[in-house]
């Protein structure tokens, strides 16, 4: 009985977007790639954007602090569901009607948001607003792949892997400006400003190619079951420490929810539908996807690095967002040298890829190392400008491989599939480093609030001298010992991720450096679907 609902693997039909090569060269050639390049930029922008203003938007709409993680949940909730529908929707409808009504769809919603102050139309609107984002980045990337020029596609994995790095960083220095200096609200008016410059240098630009195909059959279940899986994980990743986890029954709930969505979507993908729109078998078939997939993973996770040290430079050397982030904003520069270094160290075959990677990633861990061991009471921001310079150097040379481990291992038929990946598994890991991270953060400050208390005696002669200074002020000495707590606990937090950072190493060594031809991919022809 259970066999009947069981679709053989090489029964499902998957959907094949029709992406022709042709190069583009000229003032054409250089509109098109700029178009592409500007969509991208907008995507990885505009996500940091609005998380850097969420507090500002908060207050906006006047939600409370479990209102406010709505706000976020249901902009990433359907952002990350529809990276992973996009391909199927490009081949669905062709590349460049789905860019034009995503870039237009997120500008109007944009503007709109600009605008509205009730909390619950404000939710819905970001569902959308993250919904029509999402089928950005990838018909964005496949337009940047496929137009480049012969003669430099080769320089296209680390053009595209410095531009996924850095846009995201530049998008929360934007967001943290625009909201201290103009409001919350207008937060989402570059973004809008952004997309509608791309989408007219699109329709001047971009001639038509591709071939819809209308027969390719919704996956609606699927589809429905990914949402739930992406939302319960970004709700958890927002709220599980500050509700206490399992102390808290909605918690519980949504803890089940993924424990039975996220199977249960790659299960059926997998075996119980004829018209997926994720093909799992990738991960097999494709070694160096599924590895590069994992390495992307682990490089989100310790992307949490970041917010550990904006939340040191706020709370500890009282930051402001727009400073913080500026602080932030120096390691990009060195993106632009780890990145080509990486990359002529590779192309030049003077380093295996895999030595590049290791390289890369020992140099990240002693840079979060030394990050720690800078984070006093007493730092100054410029302090730790030497580390983020040279940090930088090294998180782009670990970076930049991904592009050809992920991408350039697909075939061009299953580039957009190769690209939803790429672009999806670093977010997982932020979303899995944010949900851990903070829990040892909260643990670890209270651990050391405990011991440092126990020993602010009067017994001691700095206490002693500060209490007759102060005439006995105990909330000032309790301020004191918090201050070092989290500091203390900032700087482990921040080591500890320097460690796990070098789990790629061990990972990379799997990566197939020269890979196979690939497998062609069990497809049918449009007209039999």
Not at 180 to 202: E, H, M
Not at 440 to 449: I, K, N, P, S
Request: include cysteine.
């Amino acid at each position: 009985m259970f066999s009947r609902f069981v679709v053989r693997a090489q029964e499902q039909r998957f959907a094949v977007a029709d992406v022709p090569r042709l190069p583009q060269s000229g003032v054409r050639g250089a509109a098109i790639i700029a178009s592409a390049v500007l969509a991208i930029v907008v995507d990885q922008t505009s996500s940091a954007i609005a998380s850097a203003g969420l507090p500002y938007l908060a207050g906006i709409v006047g939600a409370s602090p479990d209102e406010a993680s709505w706000m976020l949940t249901a902009f990433n909730t359907a952002y990350y569901a529809m990276i992973l529908l996009s391909p199927w929707m490009m081949a669905r409808i062709g590349r460049k009607r789905l860019m034009l009504g995503a870039l237009l769809g997120f500008a109007a919603v944009s503007i709109v948001l600009a605008f509205v102050s009730d909390y619950h139309a404000f939710v819905a609107l970001r569902f959308v607003q993250g919904a029509f984002l999402g089928c950005i980045y990838v018909p964005a990337a496949l337009l940047f792949f496929t137009s480049l020029p012969t003669s430099v596609l080769r320089y296209a994995p680390p053009i595209f892997v410095l531009l996924s790095l850095s846009a995201a960083t530049v998008g929360t220095v934007i967001g943290a400006s625009v909201a201290d200096r103009f409001g919350g609200s207008t937060i989402f008016i570059p973004g809008a400003i952004a997309t509608l410059a791309t989408a007219l240098a699109i329709v001047l630009t971009v001639r038509a190619k591709d071939a819809p195909q209308r027969s390719l059959v919704f996956d609606g279940v699927g589809l429905a079951l990914s949402l739930a899986a992406f939302g319960a994980l970004q709700f958890l990743a927002n709220e599980g420490e500050r509700r206490n986890w399992f102390d808290d029954p909605i918690v519980v709930v949504v803890t089940v929810v993924l424990a039975v969505a996220l199977p249960a979507f790659v299960v059926y993908e997998s075996t119980f539908t004829r018209y997926p729109h994720v093909d799992f078998r990738m991960f097999v078939t494709y070694r160096n996807l599924a590895i590069g997939g994992i390495i992307s993973v682990t490089i989100g996770f310790v992307g949490y690095a970041v917010t550990l040290y904006v939340g040191y430079l706020q709370n500890m050397l009282g930051a402001t967002q727009a400073e913080a982030g500026s602080a932030v904003l120096v390691r990009v520069l060195t993106y632009a040298v780890g990145v080509p270094l990486a990359f002529a160290l590779i192309v030049r075959k003077i380093l295996d890829l895999r030595i590049v990677v290791a390289i890369g990633a020992i140099g990240s861990a002693l840079g979060l190392i030394a990050f720690s061991h800078v984070m006093t009471t007493t730092a100054e921001i410029g302090s730790f400008a030497l580390v983020s310079l040279s940090f930088g150097v090294f998180f782009g040379m670990m970076n930049q491989p991904m592009g050809t481990l992920v991408i350039g291992s697909m075939p061009l038929d299953l580039l957009a599939a190769g690209v939803s990946v790429y672009k999806l598994s670093a977010p997982v890991g932020a979303m899995l480093g944010s949900a851990v991270m903070q829990t040892l953060l909260d643990h670890r400050t209270v651990a050391y609030r405990t011991a440092i208390a126990g020993n602010v005696t009067l017994g001691r002669v700095p206490v002693d001298a500060y209490v007759g200074a102060h005439r006995g002020n105990a909330a000032g000495l309790s301020a004191i010992v918090a201050t070092q707590a989290q500091t203390l606990a900032f700087a482990d937090l921040t080591a500890l991720l320097g460690l796990v950072v070098l789990v790629v190493i061990p990972v990379v060594a799997f990566a197939q450096v020269a890979p196979a031809q690939p497998v062609p991919p069990r497809t049918v022809p449009t007209d039999a679907l």
